[in-house]
C-alpha cells in the first residue's frame, strides 16, 4: 500500500505564491515519476506537473513559467510552487505517484484545495 498526502493548500490572493507538499508512505525514488494534476470545476482533471525519477520534468504550456515542480528524495516529498496565481487556478490539486510497471499502476492523493480570490 502506497499512500500520497497532500497539503499546502489554501485561499491565496490573484498574484499571489502558495506551495504545495506531497509526502510519500515510501521512497519516492522507488517510483517511476512523480506528479501534479488538478481539478476545477467544471473541468477534466489535468495534468500540471510530472517528474520521472530518471528524467526531466515536464509542463504544459500553458503552466510553463509560472509552476514549479520539485522533489526531496531524502524526505519522500514532492512540491509544488506556484506563482502569479490566477482565478482560473482554483481547484483541487492531487499528487499523483507512477509504478515501475508495465501496467500502468498509479496513486493518488486526496487532494487539498487551493483557491484563488478575485
Known amino acids: 500500500q502506497v499512500q500520497l ?3 499546502g493548500g489554501g485561499l491565496v490572493q490573484p498574484g499571489g505564491y502558495l506551495r ?6 515510501r521512497s519516492i525514488s ?6 501534479w494534476y ?8 489535468e495534468l500540471v506537473a510530472r ?3 530518471d528524467g526531466t520534468t515536464t509542463y504544459p504550456d500553458s503552466l510553463k513559467g509560472r509552476f514549479f515542480m ?3 528524495n531524502n524526505q519522500n516529498k514532492v512540491y509544488l510552487d506556484m506563482y502569479s496565481l490566477k482565478p482560473e487556478d482554483t481547484a483541487v490539486y492531487y499528487c499523483n505517484a507512477e509504478i515501475y510497471s ?3 499502476l498509479q496513486y493518488w492523493g486526496q487532494g487539498t484545495q487551493v483557491t484563488v480570490s478575485s
Open 102 to 104: 508495465d501496467f500502468g
Open 20 to 25: 504545495l507538499s506531497c509526502a510519500a508512505s
Open 51 to 53: 517528474a520521472p525519477t
Open 38 to 45: 488538478r481539478q476545477a470545476p467544471g473541468k477534466e482533471r
Open 70 to 72: 520539485s522533489r526531496d
Open 30 to 35: 522507488h517510483f517511476k515519476a512523480m506528479g
Open 5 to 7: 498526502v497532500e497539503s
